[in-house]
């Protein structure tokens, strides 16, 4: 070929890009796509279908039968499975993250397509960083089962009431679908659980269900919502209403109550927040008009003023033919990614574009074991019928027979067999990572095996020794060294004295740290000899073996 | 109960322990398990059905159907889901890692079972830790996978013919069972997932297994060894015989000639060592007679001199009323730990005590799609007839009437269905890392994207700048921090002048250690000021915007 190939160059590998790239390989003929590409960027080389990611936490769909490669599915695009850096509508050129040849990719387009839907917003509530568990991609689903066996496990062995109280509680923020749905799979799986643990019972369980609002599942009519809080409750999830998430460290999630304002701190390890969704970052640094984050197109889904540049899905603000807003749902992307598609071929082929018809067809949410609500066409379903309906709509609608196929498989088994209660450790806790306390929290205590150092960064925290203040630390000091350059156990209990941000390295990062960072040695020797009030060898003193525990053992 | 229970504690969750637990709580009547704990201790609640492992890395059975949940098998035993930190078999106290209460746990015993298997043993060959994929537990398996999907999704991207050569390249050393069984596996999936990639062919792959000996399987008769030899070679594997691992980098597997001694660089950013294992390192510790590296027990799985402590299996040197000592299979494990069992109630009851009486049944190994070899009691079996005996022995052999349910679903559905190739990214490099190179690897070059920091622990390397070296780095140097903290790409290449040790810390973890850590700003300061030649704002230089990227677009 004597002249170079049109790019159309698609952002973003939910069902929206996705869908675009699918329709478009459809759309063009052999011998057009012999002159134009359809490339495709994803973080990841799957499309997840998202419906189905709260059976993952139960295990009534295995992990990866939830996801689709997006190579089978887009043979005919071209996938680059890295990150967006940066997007210069101006020059035609996209610049992808640097591969495994460390350098970045400049990729010139002659449509582009952004469909990179929103992102995590962390910054509105202290500690959600750090101590909240999301729930949007297929890692979190996977991570929460697993914590959920974890504290399980952890439990069993414990003999503190409160610190087995703690454990056993689970808190979710957010009455909308995805919290409901995430909480309903994570009841069914607990319940059914526990019955593999000696010393635990289903009364021991708390599972919480946080909504600022009035109700849960706003989205649906309200008698659907509240046969939907009804059966939680029923099946033994509390669901205080009105109440938000305040802040959350690793030992609590404070609430407020929306009226009155009083806070509380109800104890608990697990805090999963189905977060609010913020746009993208690299969507708000775009010269392209925008509504609460969202790009603004036109009813042909193309930017105006920017001939060639089109948005779809969650990061789109597209008015629909009844005046509304099309909202952030996947029926509403997918039928995005079509009329895209479509106007793309027709500008190729100058031919009038199409306007986006959909208005929705209804809503619908799993309530877990064999009940669900939903809302079609007017009219409403609840219970087993709305359950049969909603897997049934999913099934068929699950892109690829074979992937249908495993479905079906997963859902017969999972209805005959025993749950999976094996934990898969995976995640472990990054090196160096952050951790926020609370006012009044303990950062560690006296006696504790030490496995972390913690560099404070903002706030306020208190030494304690022998029940008496010894020290306050602040901004730019160090706790919990001594207990890992000494392999003693803690000889002091670290208390936040305010709300105290910290950055934390893992014992194994923090020695082998010591051992090569130029100037760190020297600083520590300086702290050290400070505290301890003598000089001290540091890889002598880390070589000294673990003194005897200080209980007695257990007979 | 007035009297305290007494505890039987067995370390280990493989076949050995978890099946003496099993045996146990059969044995013992209802009214003597009032008197007597089982307890259990491991690191995983499953036990992983180790021969189904290698079938993971192809997919043909799901990750989470090769274990089984110990709770469900052992369900009268009480479980404790920690590391064995030491015994002390004088005191009858054996102490657990902290557990999520931060403490140490010791729990004292009146009969002791010793189940701990072995470790894996990198020390004989440099690189070996920091480069080479294990091949022995679960998340290896699924790591591995992931591992090939990754490969693939770069190699595809990839233009340099040399780096998609070396992207392309697969190499597993060991040629017994575990090797053998291992790369028929990934070669398998290899074949088939690259046909959903544009620019990978077969006749790109390399897969290349590495037998020091004259033969693989040399567990197995000679006929039979030879027919899987064929049989790879002719599916495409490469065995070049007589070569052994010397040594591993990031870049590169290095072989040696046994005979000649001649060394080569195979180029493989793959290299998977079914590694040889080495004794327990806290078995080593202990005061009982050892033969390399496994306790010597007697015919009754009792250490001598020791009444009340038991070893079996891989951990235990059992001598077989043939002559022979057991070989560290999980048939013999099997077996041992119900003699064992029997002992310990025998000597509860006071009766006599059992003799080990087993010798083995045969020995079998897969070869991927439809084949494997066997040779049980005296017959050898090969091929398609080898293949359903191999899977019919062990889905009758896998524990529970639900997984065995669930493995022939997934056989079932392998058959018929593509095989997955989506890459679950649930691994990354940890923050802070070790990397080994080999003399004359470029640790980094001009122009890369600046990821991480190396600190030097051994060896040296040379900067080198137009082609000119302009410095040497040696122990408790460090480089490659400039392009981290100014945000331009590597300024210099740096190349290993020798085999070279070093400790890196990713670009995030070094952003943030340098915003807190004591002393690291100042020495980072002097640093860049000497190395610039002048005076420099850390945290304003990090701000500043990645510059655009040095190459051309890509059209």
Not at 220 to 225: F, G, K, N, Q, V
Not at 412 to 431: G, K, N, S, V, Y
């Amino acid at each position: 070929m004597s002249t170079k190939k049109k790019r159309v160059l698609i952002l973003g590998g939910g069902f929206g890009g996705v869908y675009a790239a699918v329709h478009l390989q459809k759309l063009l003929s052999p011998q057009e796509l012999e002159g134009i590409e359809i490339a495709l960027v994803s973080r990841e080389n799957y499309m997840v279908f998202q419906p189905l990611l709260p059976e993952v936490i139960s295990g009534s769909v295995e992990l990866n039968h939830v996801i689709t490669p997006i190579r089978r599915m887009a043979p005919k695009a071209y996938l680059h499975t890295r990150e967006v850096e940066s997007v210069d509508p101006h020059q035609r050129v996209v610049t992808l993250s640097a591969g495994i040849d460390r350098l970045p990719l400049p990729l010139t387009y002659d449509h582009l397509v952004i469909a990179m839907g929103t992102q995590l917003d962390y910054s509105r509530i202290p500690g959600m960083r750090e101590h909240a568990h999301p729930f949007k991609y297929l890692g979190d689903a996977l991570y929460l089962r697993n914590q959920l066996v974890h504290v399980l496990e952890c439990a069993e062995a414990e003999s503190d009431p409160e610190l087995r109280r703690r454990l056993l509680t689970f808190v979710v923020a957010g009455g909308g679908f995805s919290g409901v749905e995430c909480i309903a799979e994570m009841n069914d799986f607990l319940r059914e659980a526990i019955r593999a643990y000696h010393t635990i019972s289903e009364s021991d369980l708390r599972i919480i269900l946080l909504q600022r609002g009035d109700r849960i599942l706003p989205e649906l009519t309200e008698s659907l919502a509240a046969f939907a809080h009804r059966l939680l409750v029923k099946r033994g999830v509390a669901i205080p209403l009105g109440a938000g998430l305040k802040a959350v460290s690793a030992d609590a999630a404070v609430i407020e109550d929306k009226k009155t304002g009083a806070e509380e701190s109800i104890a608990t390890r697990t805090t999963i927040a189905t977060i609010p969704a913020g746009p993208h970052a690299l969507i708000a640094s775009l010269p392209f008009k925008q509504d609460k984050g969202r790009i603004v197109v036109d009813q042909q889904t193309e930017v105006p003023d920017w001939p060639g540049v089109w948005a779809l899905g969650d990061c789109a603000a597209i008015q629909q033919v009844d005046g509304h807003t099309s909202p952030p749902t996947a029926q509403h992307a997918l039928r995005q990614a079509r009329t895209c598609a479509e106007n793309i071929v027709a500008s190729f082929r100058s031919q009038p574009k199409k306007i986006f018809q959909f208005t929705g067809l209804g809503k619908m949410g799993s309530l877990g074991r064999r009940s669900a609500v939903a809302e079609v066409f007017g009219i409403r379903l609840k219970g087993l019928i709305a359950w049969l309906f909603w897997r049934g709509v999913y099934v068929t609608k699950f892109p690829g027979l074979d992937g249908q196929v495993r479905l079906i498989a997963d859902w017969i088994l999972d209805a005959f067999l025993p749950r999976d209660i094996t934990q898969l450790r995976l995640f472990h806790e990054e090196a160096v990572h952050r951790e926020h306390f609370e006012a009044g929290e303990t950062v560690f205590a006296t006696g504790d095996f030490g496995d972390k150092v913690y560099f404070i960064v903002k706030g306020e925290a208190t030494v304690e020794r022998d029940g008496a203040t010894v020290a306050t630390l602040k901004n730019g000091d160090v706790c919990g060294e001594v207990a890992l350059i000494s392999n003693h156990p803690r000889n002091a209990t670290v208390r936040a004295a305010t709300a105290l941000d910290t950055v934390v390295v893992s014992r194994e990062a923090f020695q082998e740290l010591l051992g090569c960072l130029p100037g760190m040695s020297r600083t520590m020797q300086e702290l050290m000899r400070e505290r301890l009030g003598r000089p001290l060898d540091l890889h002598e003193e880390m070589k000294n073996p673990v003194p005897a525990p200080a209980r007695a053992p257990k007979e």
